[in-house]
Nanobody, 119 residues
């Protein structure tokens, strides 16, 4: 089992910045990829940014150049630095961990943190 706890959400004006953090505990040695998803009201959950065990990253097109995902393996923590925030970035942001067990891959989710960007 892996437990994920997010922090860092809040209310910010357009153009501002926030940094989300996600701390992992439990079977952290089995974690491969980690990522940040978001879900806005009435919309499906979407992958915003991901980072693999080797450090490779992925960004959804609308956040490229504004968001940066990073990972501190020593602290079992993944971060999402969000700059130049826009009202359309408003959503609940969820941390995800992909965990490789001998029995297969499992995905774990945090509880979510609200990000609200005012215009």
């Amino acid at each position: 089992q892996v437990q994920l706890v997010e922090s860092g959400g809040g209310l910010v004006q357009a153009g501002g910045s926030l940094r989300l953090s996600c701390g992992a505990s439990g079977d952290t040695g089995c974690i491969s990829a980690m990522g940040w998803y978001r879900q806005a009201p009435g919309k499906e959950r979407e992958l915003v940014a991901g980072i693999g065990g080797g450090g490779g990253t992925y960004y959804e097109n609308s956040v490229k150049g504004r968001f940066t995902i990073s990972r501190d393996n020593a602290k079992n923590t993944v971060y999402l630095q969000m700059n130049s925030l826009k009202p359309e970035d408003t959503a609940v942001y969820f941390c995800n961990a992909e965990v490789n067990y001998t029995s297969g891959i499992k995905n774990y989710w945090g509880q979510g943190t609200q990000v609200t960007v005012s215009s």
